[in-house]
């Protein structure tokens, strides 16, 4: 099942990618004998993606036939890493853990979350086991980097952090993207596979994309309508189109009106804004405003969608309530064609906290430093370095990071942070690589390869169009010995609490059950413990917890009551996954207020418009402001060492209009020297009317010239610069301590160097 023999050893097999959200299919040729990667395809027959993926599809050949990927656990001596036993390993790291917890106290260990840890089901689902044995309150992950705003805004106005809309992209007429780009992005927090070809449909069709955006990107290229705004702004743009949409009697909630609160709140708010006061704030035209205002209160089905852009600046989560608000107020929320809630083939398991005794999952408890909100568990990532650098009772002492590399990819990381890793007692890393971040551990622990182990998706069917799942099977054994990341997190979670490694796995088990109860799942809910063990049909590991999770989810068979329903052992038979079909209105099911009401003017929120106001009170700031960028061939930090995308110009230049240039007396191609608060970095410049006046951008993500990690010869060849060194830890969306990262003020002067280097 899952492959079929084309020769002697040459078969297919059918895989996701594991290299951004939109989980792709593929088809993977491989050589039997030689255990290579021949080929990558598209997967045509997958309902989901039909064919479809980008570039970074073919490096996970690149990917499998890596040298310089982990293939057994390392420890350092003497400052060098030397490979040893799983056994000493996971016996050293134990030791270490519990050491400095009963030195320190619980908290002195902090985890450290990355977004690979997405594409991998096993730590995904193991490491609340570790996490709760640790019981540590220190948790970051990059969450708080790019998307908190977002679940800010699903907690205070329905309760729950999985209560996240997201576009009926393949059924909207009049499509609004804010800060997206996702002809390079692919689109993120919007699992649709093939955006691009998705957006032209909607053109297709007459329908209308609008893009919101600083710089004429590649997606605003390609729209209807560009709006040109400054950065920061787009709160004040989309309070203005409220005030449009109230003031003219566009609003209409349909169905929402029965489950809203706090509307008189937010018109009141909304009609403090005029289109003329946004104009002046956001270099839009008064009239553009208006006519957005009407186009999507007119528009059959309309959508508003927001991702980085969005979300990763000073004011994020007022602008997420807002475009939440607005798609509601024109009548598209829960809506076929609007912004709508994926049901999923099973229950949310991340992120999944919610209305609970009184509280929302916000502010339970705060950093030691800076008194800095919890969110969803999580603390921000901003908190992080203070947390390890500042004496005192309580000081983080320990970090335990899973596919993450905070030294490149967080504010400050390159500086602040990076000293601060140098001094912490004892690091853990759950990796495959040695990078910026893990070359500072004590431990790695790798992962077995990618074709190596079962694969599903864990996160990303509550951000899917579709209500759609597949499971692949491995595509190669694992080595002897090899530890699968189940295994690993169950061993050393053993070690920490004197138990057998199957009854760590168990215990996982039993968690994930209890979670599901408790999250009102019904199936869950009418089966003990006891008997859902010994219903189920895998006898263990991460496969056994999927299996739970979609035999009680939605079109499971929920354990022998809908006989026709889902299995895993069914859905093993479907090599190319299956779709259930699209998302459909379900807004009572994702309220999880005890009033069942939508707070339109959700008090965590809105306090924090006095701020809003003081900033416009201010005026027009002087200077430069600095963005991010993506490239198709890159996603964060980890893949630019690959052949098949280490292609083509350099990629790392600082976007710069021409006549921002010619003030500083810039020249196309000469080196400059970018400065914030926190750092200056040196990069080429490239002049384009595409960004506007007073903006320049860098793409995130680079900067690796750490000679302190070994190998990673292409990716240092095009090291390119660190942005997050210009990024300001201090500036932060206050609600939800998201960083700000597309509003960085900095100074921009010309070197000696005239010209890039080649």
């Not at 297919?12 to 050589?31: G, L, S």
């Not at 016996?91 to 002195?108: C, H, I, V, W």
């Not at 029965?258 to 804004?273: P, S, V």
């Not at 209009?657 to 990069?683: C, F, H, K, M």
Request: proline share 7%.
């Amino acid at each position: 099942m899952g492959s079929a023999p084309l020769s002697a050893d040459t078969e297919v097999h059918y895989r996701i990618c594991p290299f951004c959200e939109q989980n792709c299919a593929t088809e993977v040729t491989i050589d039997r004998a030689s255990e290579s990667v021949v080929t990558i395809r598209g997967d045509k027959a997958d309902p989901l993606s039909k064919g479809y993926i980008c570039p970074k599809a073919y490096a996970l050949k690149d990917l499998h036939h890596d040298p310089e990927m982990l293939t057994g656990p390392l420890m350092k001596r003497n400052g060098r890493f030397e490979e040893v036993s799983w056994a000493e390993a996971l016996d050293f790291t134990a030791a270490r853990l519990a050491e400095l917890q009963r030195k320190y106290g619980p908290n002195s260990i902090a985890s450290y979350f990355g977004t690979g840890l997405t594409h991998v089901p096993g730590l995904a689902l193991y490491a609340p086991l570790l996490l709760t044995t640790l019981g540590s309150n220190q948790v970051y992950s990059a969450s708080s980097v790019d998307s908190h705003a977002h679940f800010m805004t699903t907690a205070t106005m329905f309760g729950g952090l999985a209560s996240m809309p997201i576009p009926d992209i393949d059924n909207s007429d009049y499509f609004v993207l804010i800060g997206a780009n996702p002809l390079q992005s692919n689109g993120s927090f919007l699992t649709a596979p093939g955006v691009p070809r998705r957006l032209r449909d909607i053109q297709a069709r007459q329908g209308k994309v609008v893009a919101i955006d600083p710089r004429r990107s590649e997606t605003a290229q390609m729209a209807d309508w560009h709006l040109s705004i400054r950065p920061g702004s787009d709160a004040v743009l989309l309070l203005a189109v409220a005030h449009v949409l109230f003031g003219e009697g566009l609003v209409d909630l349909r169905h929402i009106a029965d489950h809203a609160k706090n509307l008189d709140e937010l018109r009141a708010i909304a009609m403090r804004f005029t289109p003329e006061t946004a104009s002046a704030a956001c270099d839009i035209p008064a009239e553009d405003i208006r006519r957005l205002a009407r186009e999507l209160a007119a528009a059959p089905r309309a959508c508003i969608y927001g991702r980085i852009g969005s979300s990763m600046q000073q004011f994020g989560s007022i602008t997420n309530w807002l475009i939440v608000a607005v798609n509601a107020l024109t009548g598209n929320l829960d809506r076929p064609g609007g912004s709508m809630f994926p049901r999923g083939v099973f229950e949310a398991i991340l992120f999944s906290e919610r209305y609970r005794d009184g509280s929302i999952p916000y502010g339970r408890w705060h950093t030691r430093v800076s008194g800095l909100p919890e969110l969803g568990t999580q603390l921000p990532c901003a908190a992080m370095m203070e947390e390890m650098d500042t004496p005192g009772e309580g000081q983080v002492q320990g970090l335990i990071t899973l596919c993450g590399n905070p030294a490149l990819s967080t504010p400050n990381g390159g500086g602040r942070l990076t000293r601060a890793l140098e001094q912490l007692d004892f690091i853990l890393s759950f990796d495959i690589f040695i990078n910026e971040t893990t070359r500072h551990a004590d431990v790695i622990l790798p992962s077995p390869k990618c074709l190596a182990h079962s694969d599903f998706m864990v996160v990303y069917p509550f951000f899917t169009v579709r209500d759609y799942i597949r499971w692949s099977a491995p595509v190669f054994e694992a080595p002897p010995g090899a530890l699968h990341d189940c295994d690993i997190m169950c061993e050393l979670v053993a070690r920490l609490k004197g138990i057998t490694a199957k009854e760590a796995d168990e215990l996982a088990l039993r968690m994930l059950h209890g979670q599901l109860r408790e999250q009102g799942n019904p199936v869950a809910g009418h089966i003990s413990f006891e008997d859902a063990l010994e219903a189920l049909t895998e006898q263990g590991g991460q496969d056994r917890m999927f299996e739970l999770l979609v035999r009680s989810g939605t079109y499971g068979d929920h354990f022998g009551e809908r006989p026709d329903g889902l299995t895993l052992e069914k859905l093993k038979a479907m090599p190319h996954g299956v779709d259930f079909g699209p998302m459909q209105p379900r807004i009572a099911e994702v309220i999880h207020f005890p009033d069942g009401k939508i707070d339109f003017a959700p008090e965590a929120i809105t306090r924090d418009l006095p701020r809003l106001e003081q900033w416009l009170a201010e005026g027009r700031p002087r200077g430069l402001h600095l963005l991010g960028r993506r490239h198709m061939r890159s996603f964060n930090t980890w893949m630019h060492n690959f052949p098949s995308l280490s292609k083509g110009p350099n990629p790392c230049t600082l976007l710069m209009n021409p006549r921002d240039a010619e003030l500083r007396q810039i020249v196309d191609g000469q080196y400059v020297r970018i400065r914030s608060r926190t750092g200056a970095i040196d990069a080429p410049v490239e002049l384009s009317d595409e960004i506007r006046e007073g903006v320049v951008s860098l793409p995130h993500g680079w900067g690796h010239d750490d000679h302190e990690v070994p190998g990673q010869e292409r990716a240092k060849a095009r090291a390119g610069v660190n942005y997050n060194l210009l990024a300001d830890e201090s500036l932060l969306d206050v609600p939800s301590c998201n960083t700000n990262l597309n509003h960085i003020p900095v100074e921009v002067t010309p070197l000696q160097r005239e010209t890039a280097q080649p």
